[in-house]
């Protein structure tokens, strides 16, 4: 039953193969590159590995444009580089998940060729279409200000067709029992290959019912039923994690009552409110996210994250909020991206502040569920605002000061390295940070260490804990009669805070801290005084006198007070 549920407990690694790592010089990253770079990762400590879409492509969304769903792009290699790949992770004991991108296909692929060829087409139903043109065109659209509209008209046939992406990208009509099956054989060729799941992109759409006379979309939660009771059947520990940015009500219709549809699901209301968070230093309104999404099934689990391939969407915030984290992480116009959300990587907007990008992995590895990293992040790469849209926070990885960062030997990549100004690759690069027993890198190679070792983040139930100071945040896990304790200062201040562990006995009198040997024993009442010094955090293991019997390692002298940082 762990194993089925690896998931609960692991530590994800999100990639684009076309950024990674380029082993033949044309300036394109491939599975023998990548496959070059798994000691690395596993190194790293990360349990699984999230690759983008690879699959062949026109390339005009950064291969969310799917022409074939059972091939490689020939930039990366072929199937049998892909297969070689799977292994080496199943040897160093790394699962793989990939991209299910099955919301809409590019324009060039086969199905929608065949579509347009003729109103007759058997594959004419596979997507959406109207005789005329649809009421209301210009709404619901995924890129407001850089898209015109859903509907396009299609010269070849003489009808308007459905995207609710860019004008390439044509949805799928999901109804179809047709185009659900091909979506089922997908799954299914993927698994064979050594895939242990998806990541399922636009998953509110993929079930939404489209159509021109569709006012109101309603969603059809029978699908993830559907696709869940397939991949137990093929492969009893696959998972989905979902890309559903949906309000928390609709959570449970997600996750399904009874945990027997997605697996996973990315947080992203807590999200945006840990960003407020980080902001603003005040933590009450993230409190309130954790509590708003805290139901869900045993079995299921939230995938935590703190940048990705797209923009840092904020549209869940109030406008006061949006507005201030606007402010405080891309208050300039072209750092920002439709009308709502920020394009810029977490380093930058973080200032390179060393103290606050601890403070927030600290915060993504304590808060319920599965942290999602980005690559690059590890070494606090940065952005190049030059590029359009979101392309600025998808540069190549920085292996070392080699020309083109050591991502390739060819005269050009395929998006340009970032060799400029305080992120260029001279200085932030994975070989420089190798050496540093005290770099962003080993900094991270060590928390994801911890991370794993404290499985109470993700099998047990959480309990944030009152400080009386919006400025810190803290919260507890208890899981089979063990609990641990995280505590965190967003201000940029010290900060002395009094508070009660909250667990029976004696149970939370000593506070065993995990990263350094600061311990912490409560004073009278059980209560235990921290100061924290500024962006400052701590990770204990609560124990009471049976503890202090196992532990005999730990000081009974232990002080009150940890002060400071890991």
Not at 62 to 90: K, M
Request: charged share 25%.
């Amino acid at each position: 039953m762990i194993d089925d549920l690896w998931y609960k407990n692991g530590v994800f690694y999100c990639l684009s193969v076309a950024t990674y790592m380029d082993s033949n010089g044309d300036g394109v990253g491939d599975f023998k590159g990548l496959l070059r770079r798994l000691d690395y990762l596993h190194g790293l400590g990360v349990t699984a590995i999230w690759l983008m879409p690879f699959q062949p492509s026109p390339m005009r969304d950064d291969g969310y444009d799917i022409s074939d769903y059972y091939g490689v792009d020939p930039r990366y290699g072929t199937l049998g580089d892909f297969v070689e790949f799977t292994h080496g992770c199943q040897q160093r004991g790394i699962r793989v998940i990939i991209d299910l991108v099955v919301n809409h296909t590019s324009d060039q692929h086969p199905w929608f060729k065949q579509a347009r060829s003729s109103k007759g087409s058997p594959y004419r139903d596979w997507y959406v279409w109207s005789d005329k043109k649809p009421a209301h065109p210009n709404t619901g659209m995924v890129f407001p200000g850089v898209q015109k509209s859903t509907w396009t008209r299609d010269k070849a046939s003489g009808g308007w067709y459905f995207h609710r992406f860019y004008d390439f990208q044509p949805d799928l009509n999901t109804s179809n029992p047709h185009v659900q099956a091909e979506i089922l054989k997908i799954m299914g060729f993927w698994i064979q290959l050594g895939v242990s799941g998806f990541r399922m992109d636009a998953v509110p759409f993929v079930i939404a019912t489209k159509g021109p006379k569709v006012k109101k979309p309603v969603e059809q939660y029978d699908m993830l039923r559907s696709l869940r009771e397939f991949l137990q059947w093929r492969q009893g520990n696959a998972i989905i994690l979902a890309e559903a940015n949906v309000l928390p009500e609709t959570d449970m219709e997600y996750f399904g009552r009874d945990g027997d549809r997605m697996h996973m699901m990315f947080n992203f209301q807590v999200n945006q409110h840990l960003f407020y968070a980080l902001a603003s230093a005040d933590s009450r309104p993230l409190a309130k996210s954790l509590a708003a999404t805290k139901p869900r099934p045993a079995t299921a689990q939230w995938g935590l994250f703190l940048r990705n391939h797209d923009e840092l969407d904020l549209g869940r915030l109030a406008k006061q909020q949006r507005d201030l984290v606007f402010k405080a992480f891309g208050p300039d116009k072209d750092m920002q991206l439709y009308d709502r959300g920020i394009r810029r990587r977490l380093a930058p907007m973080l200032g390179g502040d060393r103290r606050r990008l601890e403070l927030a992995y600290s915060l993504m590895c304590t808060l319920p569920g599965t942290p999602v990293i980005r690559y690059g992040d590890e070494i606090a790469m940065g952005d190049n605002l030059d590029l359009p849209e979101r392309n600025c926070a998808r540069t190549p990885m920085q292996w070392s000061t080699e020309p083109h960062a050591g991502f390739t030997e060819g005269e050009g990549p395929c998006l340009p390295v970032i060799d400029k100004g305080p992120y260029g690759y001279e200085h932030v690069n994975v070989a420089k940070q190798r050496r540093d027993p005290n770099s962003m890198l080993n900094w991270t190679e060590r928390i994801i260490r911890m991370r794993k070792e404290v499985p109470e983040v993700g099998w047990g139930d959480f309990k944030v804990i009152v400080t009386r100071d919006p400025c810190v945040f803290a919260i507890r896990y208890d899981w089979r009669n063990n609990s641990v304790l995280f505590v965190h200062n967003l201000d940029d201040a010290p900060r002395e805070v009094t508070f009660e562990v909250g667990l029976h006995d004696t149970a939370g009198e000593l506070l065993v801290n995990l990263l350094t040997e600061d311990h912490s024993r409560a004073s009278g009442r059980g209560k235990h005084t921290l100061l924290l010094e500024a962006y400052g955090y701590r990770w204990y293991r609560c124990g009471g006198l049976d503890y202090l019997l196992k532990r005999s390692d730990i000081d009974a002298d232990a002080p009150r007070c940890a002060s400071r940082r890991a």
